[in-house]
């Protein structure tokens, strides 16, 4: 892969070479192998881009940042640096399709710090690998062990005098050697590791919504108190003490500590939790789902008719506000599934688009209802306004941060009403309003997360999940026979 890599990750970049680690990977046949690998150094790029004047204008605004402010002040105490130098790094991860039974998983890094425009869009691909052979998890700690090593000299502000694993360097690291225990001129450090929640368990062994204890890497939330979204919820309650034993649990569980997590000043609140994966493909699909299933019968006397009529109504509120992300049309089967709860099937940006148009349906389905499903129809119109006054928040030039909070307890605490309001009427195992982690998630994005790091715009992954789609697809066309992974010998 690596000429590839060059090819299209580096195109007419007079950039440092590639460095070569060997990778534990799973062989063509199934069974355990290594390879040497290219990637991309963070400090190296930095430096690079440094020496090209490309970080006049970076700055970590506290309004903006306050979170890496306040880091980029302890990491100058804590190493002897200048805050105002520090360079800003974040790493995104995830996978993304590649061919017809393939994808790559990737990881990337930019400089979120930088004003807009083309530096602040920029994404530099640190490594890659077809999904198939990822040998897991020894695949991800070796590619995260020397991420984790480029970003420690970065925080250091000295370049390293060995390779990553403390052997000397290769004959094909002669100009990495020359340049051996200089010192950089704007050191940095890693603000933000950002993508989704299930990039997050394979990278840094987050738990999984799933599991059986707790659920949440920032509090002791478990399945069966995420329903408790009040402000006297549990889980928000020894929030520090719940963070630290993130990393208790997987010492007694046998599971090593990612590398990247044992940097300086790296916490649980590094892992920034996106706002495209928790809410447009989460919980506002799942909301709008629930609400057209529930409007349906509002809205003609059978389901041909009444999503006829819901579409149409879409279709009115796309032109008269000039949406550009629409939906292509509207099936039964894009609300529901046979044998599922409703969800509204969509990219990111369609649901998005949607949300206002949730809202405005829920206050016309309000008026329209009978009169012994008002106290219903009330809470649905007022959830629906409350998720859309989220999505407006992130539109404000400065981050509404109390706003935001008030409106997530609000829209989550009704919609956990209206699960309830559903068991009650048809028992535990009715299908609709059904509350998912990803409501929990969502929570601890606006209440707490928005909070610390400011307006969710910040840290979200809508630029990175273009990226990585845009350098799957320029990769595609090679064949798996053509990579140029090579065996260790």
Known sequence: MARDLRR?????????PFYFA?????????????????????????????????????CVDPAEHPALAQQAQAVAREFGHTAADLLVVGIHGDGAPCGHSESIEQLSFNFPCLPNGDDHVARYLIWCVYKSFVAKPATYAAA?????????????????????????????????????????????????IRGDWAFFKELLSVPAWNSATNMCW????????????????????????????????????????????????????????????????????????????????????????????????????????QVSSRLSGLALADIRRDSKGPRLRGKASQIKALVRFGS??????????DPAEVAV???????????????????????????????????????AALRTH???????A????????????????????????????QFWAYRDEDWAQQTSTSMSSTAKSEQHIQPSM
């Open 8 to 16: 299209q990750a580096m195109r007419a970049v007079d950039y440092p």
């Open 22 to 58: 060997d990778v534990p990977i799973i062989d063509g046949e199934g069974g355990p192998s290594s390879a040497d690998m290219p990637f991309t150094l963070v400090h190296e790029i930095a430096c690079e881009l440094d020496s090209q004047g490309r970080f006049r204008q970076h």
């Open 144 to 192: 995260s062990a020397v991420i984790a090593w480029s970003v420690l000299h970065l925080i250091l502000g000295v370049w390293p005098s060995c390779r990553h694993d403390g052997s000397p360097w290769s004959p094909r690291d002669k100009w990495r050697n020359a340049m051996s225990g200089k010192a950089m001129r704007r050191p940095g450090f890693l603000g933000q």
């Open 218 to 321: 920032l509090c002791n939330c478990v399945r069966s108190t995420m329903a408790h979204t009040g402000a006297d919820a549990s889980w928000r309650l020894n929030r520090t003490a719940a963070q630290a034993s993130f990393f208790t649990r997987l010492r007694a569980q046998g599971i090593p500590i990612n590398p990247i997590m044992g940097l300086p000043f790296v916490t649980g609140m590094t892992i920034c939790i996106d706002f495209l994966h928790t809410f447009d493909q989460g919980v506002s699909a799942e909301f709008l789902g629930n609400l057209f299933w529930w409007a349906l019968p509002l809205l003609g006397v059978n389901r041909k008719n009444q999503v006829a009529e819901l579409w149409r109504q879409m279709l009115y509120f796309y032109e008269a506000n």
């Open 360 to 369: 405005e349906l829920a206050a016309r389905c309000r008026a329209a209802c």
């Open 377 to 415: 129809a009330e809470t649905v119109q007022e959830c629906a306004a409350q998720l859309a006054a989220i999505y407006g928040f992130l539109l404000a030039p400065a981050w509404p941060a109390e706003e935001a909070r008030d409106a997530s307890v609000k829209f989550a605490t009704l919609y």
């Open 422 to 428: 559903a068991e009650a009427v048809s028992g535990p």
């Open 430 to 457: 009715v299908k609709f309003w059904k509350v998912k982690p990803k409501l929990h998630l969502g929570q601890e994005l606006l209440e707490y997360m928005a909070v610390a790091n400011g307006s969710p715009r």
